[in-house]
């Protein structure tokens, strides 16, 4: 990792929403112009640990943040603690612009791309940090996440607000509950889709008004039920008669974009926890 500075880039070394060429095309060009940056691995590996090095980045003035959408890292830096500046901050992101246009901005025009050079960060780690952030200029603490994750990763703080606090336990690749949020405050920064990959919400009524009868529809049924169902057989739909379990079960793999892996992949631990939550056992 290189001196601290102004710059810092964010390799997201664990999903391939970023093109590799544009990372290295921007990488090289700013150790070709000779300007001091920080390379790190990815900001939400750094957010889900809390790491301290989030902390001194954030403190910067007048710093360039390369990375993904804009608000999905501001509010990755909230969630570890660490919350960026309101002002002097700017983010530029790969996911949509071109790495001349970035490397414009970083170097005030006076630098062109040069030759393919290898630039090394640290290796990625075991766990993929897929979990949610919570954008809480938009959050109203409705609680629907709280009340459908799955998986346990929401709980209240003391002040009541809902707060992500097992991010290691979310399913990766599951956005169930930002698809069910009816504010679009929840981001998955690695998703494809926008706005749970943390682009702009652009039609704030029209999303609320799409979400809230998927919700009306998958809770007709006990998902828990449904789940722990599913995962017996290990199978996506069972082979003898459709029934509500049937049609639920396609609502969370096709509606909720629910990994069928996700759902079959659930642990005795997680089904008895499942269990209890759905009798209400583990609510306030």
Same mark, same amino acid.
């Given at each position: 990792?290189?001196?601290?500075?102004?710059?810092?880039?964010?390799?997201?070394?664990?999903?391939?929403?970023?093109?590799?060429?544009?990372?290295?095309?921007?990488?090289?060009?700013?150790?070709?112009?000779?300007?001091?940056?920080? +390379?790190?691995?990815?900001?939400?590996?750094?957010? +889900?640990?809390?790491?301290?090095?989030?902390?001194?980045?954030?403190?910067?003035?007048?710093?360039?943040?390369?990375?993904?959408?804009?608000?999905?890292?501001?509010?990755?830096?909230?969630?570890?603690?660490?919350?960026?500046?309101?002002?002097?901050?700017?983010?530029?992101?790969?996911?949509?612009?071109?790495?001349?246009?970035?490397?414009?901005?970083?170097?005030?025009?006076?630098?062109?791309?040069?030759?393919?050079?290898?630039?090394?960060?640290?290796?990625?780690?075991?766990?993929?940090?897929?979990?949610?952030?919570?954008?809480?200029?938009?959050?109203?603490?409705?609680?629907?996440?709280?009340?459908?994750?799955?998986?346990?990763?929401?709980?209240?703080?003391?002040?009541?607000?809902?707060?992500?606090?097992?991010?290691?336990?979310?399913?990766?690749?599951?956005?169930?509950?930002?698809?069910?949020?009816?504010?679009?405050?929840?981001?998955?920064?690695?998703? +494809?889709?926008?706005?749970?990959?943390?682009?702009?919400?652009?039609?704030?009524?029209?999303?609320?008004?799409?979400?809230?009868?998927?919700?009306?529809?998958?809770?007709?049924?006990?998902?828990?039920?449904?789940?722990?169902?599913?995962?017996?057989?290990?199978?996506?739909?069972?082979?003898?008669?459709?029934?509500?379990?049937?049609?639920?079960?396609?609502?969370?793999?096709?509606?909720?974009?629910?990994?069928?892996?996700?759902?079959?992949?659930?642990?005795?631990?997680?089904?008895?926890?499942?269990?209890?939550?759905?009798?209400?056992?583990?609510?306030?």
């Amino acid at each position: 990792m290189t001196k601290s500075s102004r710059i810092l880039f964010c390799n997201c070394a664990y999903y391939q929403i970023i093109p590799d060429d544009i990372k290295s095309k921007i990488l090289a060009a700013l150790k070709d112009a000779g300007v001091e940056f920080e +390379a790190v691995t990815d900001f939400c590996e750094m957010s +889900a640990k809390r790491d301290p090095l989030l902390k001194r980045l954030a403190g910067e003035d007048g710093i360039k943040i390369v990375a993904c959408f804009p608000r999905a890292v501001r509010w990755l830096f909230h969630a570890g603690e660490a919350p960026l500046l309101q002002e002097g901050v700017k983010i530029l992101n790969m996911r949509t612009r071109t790495a001349e246009e970035i490397i414009s901005e970083l170097l005030d025009g006076k630098s062109t791309v040069k030759g393919k050079q290898e630039i090394k960060v640290e290796e990625k780690g075991d766990w993929i940090p897929w979990f949610p952030v919570i954008d809480y200029d938009r959050c109203k603490n409705c609680m629907q996440c709280l009340n459908f994750c799955l998986f346990g990763v929401y709980e209240l703080s003391d002040e009541g607000i809902v707060q992500v606090v097992k991010p290691a336990s979310c399913k990766t690749n599951c956005p169930a509950c930002a698809r069910v949020c009816p504010h679009k405050a929840i981001i998955f920064p690695k998703y +494809a889709e926008s706005p749970i990959n943390g682009d702009e919400v652009v039609d704030d009524k029209g999303e609320e008004q799409k979400t809230e009868p998927e919700i009306n529809k998958l809770n007709q049924g006990d998902i828990y039920e449904i789940i722990r169902q599913h995962s017996k057989g290990k199978k996506r739909f069972a082979k003898d008669k459709p029934d509500i379990q049937q049609i639920n079960i396609s609502r969370l793999i096709e509606e909720l974009n629910i990994p069928s892996e996700v759902l079959a992949s659930l642990s005795p631990e997680e089904l008895a926890r499942l269990k209890n939550e759905s009798k209400g056992e583990n609510r306030e």
